[in-house]
């Protein structure tokens, strides 16, 4: 199947989303040296042992957020088809798609709160390397079924109603 220019657009955005993640880890160590003081380090340093081994144990979740997050999209899916026109039958498939991302981020965003907190970096990548990859698997899985869903393709109210 050929992906319109809607498709590529809303794979793009998938690329964006399964991005953001690290994207707001990098962001936080920065913030973190700007704004906190130098004693936050200490504080760090004496949750480290205890907060490392949460975040290694996230791992795992991330595969079962994935898996979640493809059955959230399955059945909001099932309710895009109960849509009353195609246009708002392709914006649900959109939005589900935006809700299930959210979903396979969830270790994601607990790992990077963590590394704020004083996990070990190597833990804290491990999950976000996991939770993006799990976003990703759902834009090359699921982006058949989009097709031309997305924002360009159609803008509600376009179907004449």
């Known amino acids: 199947m050929a992906i319109g220019k809607a498709?590529?657009?809303?794979l793009l955005?998938?690329?964006v989303v399964a991005f953001s993640m690290p994207a707001v880890?990098?962001?936080e160590a920065l913030l973190r040296r700007v704004i906190l003081p130098p004693d936050f380090e200490l504080v760090r340093r004496l949750l480290q042992p205890y907060l490392t081994p949460?975040?290694?144990?996230?791992?795992p979740v991330c595969l079962l957020s994935t898996w979640a997050a493809f059955s959230t999209y399955r059945r909001l899916r099932r309710k895009a088809r109960h849509a009353g026109t195609p246009t708002e039958?392709?914006?649900k498939r959109f939005e589900g798609m935006m809700i299930a991302t959210s979903v396979a981020q969830i270790p994601g965003l607990v790992a990077a709160f963590a590394s704020m907190a004083g996990a070990a970096l190597a833990a804290v990548l491990s999950v976000v390397?996991?939770?993006s990859l799990g976003v990703l698997a759902m834009g090359v899985l699921l982006a058949p079924d989009l097709g031309d869903a997305g924002p360009a393709a159609t803008e509600p109210g376009d179907d004449g109603s």
């Not at 498709?7 to 809303?10: A, D, E, R, S, T």
């Not at 949460?54 to 791992?59: P, Y």
């Open 7 to 10: 498709g590529k657009q809303l």
């Open 13 to 15: 955005g998938w690329l």
């Open 25 to 27: 880890l990098g962001i």
């Open 54 to 59: 949460v975040v290694w144990g996230l791992v």
């Open 89 to 91: 039958a392709a914006w």
């Open 129 to 131: 390397i996991a939770s």
